[in-house]
């Protein structure tokens, strides 16, 4: 490879959230090797985001780009004048549309990226969407990657395996970022008692992750004589923080549920707890599950194909069903405890550093596909760098 491999990344927003990280965890090793990565938000929320300063650190950009009239003339002129290698974008079906974009401009590397199943019910509206943008994706795409088998199979093709352009790149969590401590002592900052279960779910606030179950199964868990906590981390809405407070509320447990908002320190906080809840009914591979695993850190999860991925791979993951009532969670919930109690948080992080998930796996794969693009291109100077992120948008 001639000179520096330059990738434009798109994401939906740069928040505290799985792809979002998983995406910042890469940075350092990327840089190391030579690839500068800029990235592209579709939010019109929150601009550049929070996690820009880490991008900005291993010299790249963060441009926000809302989704109005104006995005394809922006994103345009911003693939004009960065000339990346490879544009890589993690926008579900929307891929097809921005890499057909990309094509246009001629960038040789055209990567989609899926991170979940998108197994929902799909009305006419969203079949016809979802049929247009998979034609521009097939067309356009140069690589196509999933964080799961089943990301391939139920977000792009049940027969992706027949696609040489498809292969599974399976999330990569770097476990030092894990281990770093939190300035907070997670008992004393809920108000929790020694005897008193500390459940703690991980997820930005939107109705799939199904955040408000967990006081129906804080209600079960106290008719058993168990007293315990819920702890939510992770970016909220409003609208769903709302259906979480009404819900512990009903239950009459409105001090026992803590939304505690996106944190980066989260691995400091799973460490402290006794069990990870997560009821999510649409994942991809959820890191929300990953993590608490990594840290040996019992966990209940919902069935669902990148859960029992994860379970083939590691201890410590209980699956329930999906749609299964608060007293089988609960009963999944002590069982998760006891297995946390009986695990060593060492032992857990060397079985996960030679497991699949570790980061310099992904980092490699990743690696691969940007150096194939960039070696392709014919030489040119390396331009200047933008500056470390834009407030204002793409103008």
Same mark, same amino acid.
């Given at each position: 490879m001639t000179g520096e491999c330059r990738v434009l990344r798109v994401v939906g927003e740069l928040n505290f959230g799985g792809t979002e990280m998983r995406t910042a965890e890469l940075l350092p090793r990327l840089s190391a090797a030579g690839v500068q990565v800029h990235l592209v938000t579709l939010s019109d929320r929150i601009g550049p985001g929070p996690l820009a300063g880490v991008v900005g650190r291993h010299g790249g950009s963060v441009t926000p780009i809302p989704l109005d009239l104006r995005f394809a003339a922006r994103f345009l002129g911003l693939l004009r004048?960065?000339?990346?290698?490879v544009v890589h974008v993690d926008c579900a079906n929307f891929s097809g549309v921005l890499l057909a974009l990309a094509a246009l401009c001629g960038v040789r590397g055209r990567v989609a990226h899926f991170r979940g199943d998108d197994n929902q019910h799909r009305n006419l509206r969203r079949r016809v969407y979802r049929w247009i943008c998979g034609r521009l994706l097939r067309i356009s795409a140069t690589d196509i990657l999933g964080v799961s088998p089943s990301s391939l199979t139920f977000a792009y093709d049940s027969r992706w395996r027949d696609d040489p352009r498809c292969q599974v790149v399976l999330n990569g969590l770097d476990l030092d970022r894990l281990r770093l401590p939190s300035q907070d002592d997670l008992r004393e900052l809920i108000g929790a008692r020694p005897a008193e279960l500390v459940c703690v779910s991980v997820g930005r606030a939107s109705p799939e992750k199904r955040r408000s179950l967990l006081p129906?199964?804080?209600?079960?868990?106290r008719a058993r004589g168990v007293e315990a906590h819920a702890v939510l981390v992770g970016p909220g809405d409003d609208a769903d923080d709302e259906r979480v407070r009404v819900a512990a509320a009903a239950a009459g447990l409105a001090d026992r549920v803590h939304l505690l908002g996106p944190?980066?320190?989260?691995? +400091?906080?799973?460490s402290q707890a006794d069990v990870v809840i997560h009821p999510s009914c649409l994942e991809g591979l959820p890191?929300?599950?990953l993590e608490p695993v990594a840290l040996?850190?019992?966990t209940v999860a919902a069935d669902l194909p990148g859960v029992r991925f994860i379970d083939e791979h590691l201890p410590g993951v209980t699956i329930v069903d999906t749609d299964a009532a608060p007293r089988r969670?609960?009963?999944?919930?002590?069982a998760a405890a006891a297995y946390t109690e009986q695990t060593s948080a060492s032992a857990a992080a060397d079985r996960f550093a030679r497991s699949v998930f570790a980061i310099d796996t992904a980092a490699a794969t990743h690696l691969t596909i940007y150096r194939r693009w960039a070696s392709a291109r014919p030489h040119r100077p390396v331009r200047p760098?933008?500056?470390a992120f834009s407030t204002r +948008?793409?103008?």
């Amino acid at each position: 490879m001639t000179g520096e491999c330059r990738v434009l990344r798109v994401v939906g927003e740069l928040n505290f959230g799985g792809t979002e990280m998983r995406t910042a965890e890469l940075l350092p090793r990327l840089s190391a090797a030579g690839v500068q990565v800029h990235l592209v938000t579709l939010s019109d929320r929150i601009g550049p985001g929070p996690l820009a300063g880490v991008v900005g650190r291993h010299g790249g950009s963060v441009t926000p780009i809302p989704l109005d009239l104006r995005f394809a003339a922006r994103f345009l002129g911003l693939l004009r004048r960065l000339r990346p290698d490879v544009v890589h974008v993690d926008c579900a079906n929307f891929s097809g549309v921005l890499l057909a974009l990309a094509a246009l401009c001629g960038v040789r590397g055209r990567v989609a990226h899926f991170r979940g199943d998108d197994n929902q019910h799909r009305n006419l509206r969203r079949r016809v969407y979802r049929w247009i943008c998979g034609r521009l994706l097939r067309i356009s795409a140069t690589d196509i990657l999933g964080v799961s088998p089943s990301s391939l199979t139920f977000a792009y093709d049940s027969r992706w395996r027949d696609d040489p352009r498809c292969q599974v790149v399976l999330n990569g969590l770097d476990l030092d970022r894990l281990r770093l401590p939190s300035q907070d002592d997670l008992r004393e900052l809920i108000g929790a008692r020694p005897a008193e279960l500390v459940c703690v779910s991980v997820g930005r606030a939107s109705p799939e992750k199904r955040r408000s179950l967990l006081p129906p199964i804080l209600a079960e868990l106290r008719a058993r004589g168990v007293e315990a906590h819920a702890v939510l981390v992770g970016p909220g809405d409003d609208a769903d923080d709302e259906r979480v407070r009404v819900a512990a509320a009903a239950a009459g447990l409105a001090d026992r549920v803590h939304l505690l908002g996106p944190r980066d320190d989260v691995g +400091g906080l799973l460490s402290q707890a006794d069990v990870v809840i997560h009821p999510s009914c649409l994942e991809g591979l959820p890191g929300g599950v990953l993590e608490p695993v990594a840290l040996g850190v019992g966990t209940v999860a919902a069935d669902l194909p990148g859960v029992r991925f994860i379970d083939e791979h590691l201890p410590g993951v209980t699956i329930v069903d999906t749609d299964a009532a608060p007293r089988r969670w609960a009963s999944a919930v002590c069982a998760a405890a006891a297995y946390t109690e009986q695990t060593s948080a060492s032992a857990a992080a060397d079985r996960f550093a030679r497991s699949v998930f570790a980061i310099d796996t992904a980092a490699a794969t990743h690696l691969t596909i940007y150096r194939r693009w960039a070696s392709a291109r014919p030489h040119r100077p390396v331009r200047p760098r933008p500056p470390a992120f834009s407030t204002r +948008g793409e103008r």
